[in-house]
């Protein structure tokens, strides 16, 4: 499943901010969030709705979740939230309020996150045009829809901290890890979960038979027939870039609008790490 989406540019040693690094930079901003897929989520193209005002409905086996309005409007987005209750939230899966979100809303990826990549998002946030648009609750069915139950969820399965660079890895080659399993949260999607709505990590990015809206979602691990194993990894920049795929077809929906929004502006250093990344990865079957 996806949610707010969003990402970082550098990796860095993840401690408390330095007074310096206080005030976020919205130009840089304006790029972690098209690395991780704001748009993409939080805009609700197929009804036109205004970008990042929320609304866009998430079917799912739990039931249908609605996407939160981020604009800065005060009453109905996020226009209220200190930098600590946006940071918070992206990292601790906490609302302003003391309420758990749910893992709809990738917090497991984005925990992985720096402070100060998560301020830039957020003073880029604060520059879009606010929207008042209250966005209706989620729709869930029993036994998911006791929100209070999210606390023990977390205690099972949500594991939060940093990303730790591999020293025995290039720069590079982190850099593809930092972005696919934090603010990239490839896994949200290509990874299946179980009953409860965790991920089944011994079959990370191994794809899922029903991910978001139904649609199956495929393995993007180096499996040589059901995943990415024959491709190159100009294959892979060039897919993240264009949407063609290395053997003659185009991406569907909602890949296609991911690439349009997000990965089609990265950079070809990103989409480079990114590939490196993935094609070193064990292969995995889909469950």
């Not at 840089?28 to 805009?43: K, M, N, P, Q």
């Not at 009804?47 to 109905?76: Q, W, Y």
């Not at 990415?228 to 053997?247: E, Q």
Request: with cysteine.
């Amino acid at each position: 499943m996806t949610g707010l989406a969003v990402a970082v540019l550098v990796l860095a040693n993840l401690g408390a901010a330095s007074p310096a690094a206080a005030a976020g930079d919205p130009r840089h901003g304006e790029y972690v969030a098209r690395l991780g897929g704001c748009h993409s989520c939080h805009t609700d193209a197929r009804k036109k709705g205004a970008p990042l005002a929320g609304g866009l409905e998430l079917k799912s086996p739990f039931g249908t979740f609605r996407v939160p309005n981020i604009t800065p409007d005060p009453d109905t987005g996020i226009g209220r939230w200190s930098d600590d209750d946006f940071i918070r939230a992206m990292t601790d899966g906490v609302a302003p309020g003391g309420s758990h979100y749910y893992p709809a809303f990738p917090y497991t990826s984005y925990t992985r996150m720096a402070r100060q990549d998560l301020l830039d998002l957020k003073a880029h946030l604060g520059t879009v045009k606010p929207v008042r648009n209250a966005v209706p609750p989620h729709d869930l069915r029993f036994p998911y829809n006791f929100r209070f139950a999210l606390g023990a969820w977390k205690w099972l399965f949500f594991r939060p901290g940093t990303f730790k660079p591999d020293p025995q890895k290039s720069a590079s080659w982190n850099r593809g890890a930092y972005l696919v399993t934090g603010p990239g949260h490839c896994g949200e999607c290509h990874t299946a979960r179980n009953f409860l709505g965790a991920s089944r990590q011994n079959h990370a990015l191994a794809g899922a038979k029903q991910g978001p809206d139904g649609n199956r979602v495929p393995n993007i691990t180096p499996h040589p027939k059901k995943g990415i194993g024959l491709w190159a990894a100009s294959d892979m920049v060039n897919f993240l870039k264009t949407g063609d795929l290395p053997f003659g077809e185009s991406v569907d929906y909602p890949m296609d609008e991911i690439i349009a929004n997000n990965t089609s502006h990265w950079t070809d250093q990103d989409r480079n790490s990114t590939a490196q990344y993935l094609l070193s990865l064990p292969v995995r079957t889909t469950p």
